[in-house]
């Protein structure tokens, strides 16, 4: 397993941007792929976006599709999400996920995670 903390969320005006990060543990964080998930009270647990262990598949829920940015920096094991023009709908509770070899898109689908950074975005 891998430990994974989530940092960067915060309030944030209706338009405005905010960018997340994910720090892993560990010298093989290049070895995973790594997700962003979002959980607002009362919903599921929802995918975001992914990226694979080299950066050369990204993947983003339609939600989010040319809103937000999802990267990582393999040599500071670290991951990141760019997040412009948030909406009040993109408030929730924003997880890191990572599974080995392929990207993913459920939750049951990552065995490791952060404890989560809360975003919310006001009107």
């Known amino acids: 397993q891998v430990q994974l903390v989530e940092s960067g969320g915060g309030l944030v005006q209706a338009g405005g941007s905010l960018t997340l990060s994910c720090a892993a543990s560990?010298?093989?964080?290049?070895?995973?792929?790594l997700a962003w998930f979002r959980q607002a009270p009362g919903k599921e647990r929802q995918f975001v976006t992914a990226?694979?262990?080299?950066?050369?598949?990204?993947r983003y829920a339609d939600s989010v599709k040319g809103r937000f940015t999802i990267s990582r920096d393999n040599a500071k094991s670290t991951a990141y999400l760019q997040m412009n023009y948030l909406e009040p709908e993109d408030t929730a509770l924003y997880y890191c996920?990572?599974?080995?070899?392929?990207?993913?898109?459920?939750?049951?689908?990552?065995?490791?995670w952060g404890q989560g950074t809360q975003v919310t975005v006001s009107s």
């Open positions: 996920a990572t599974r080995t070899t392929y990207i993913a898109s459920t939750a049951a689908q990552y065995p490791n």
């Open positions: 560990g010298r093989t964080f290049s070895n995973y792929v």
């Open positions: 990226i694979s262990s080299s950066g050369s598949t990204i």
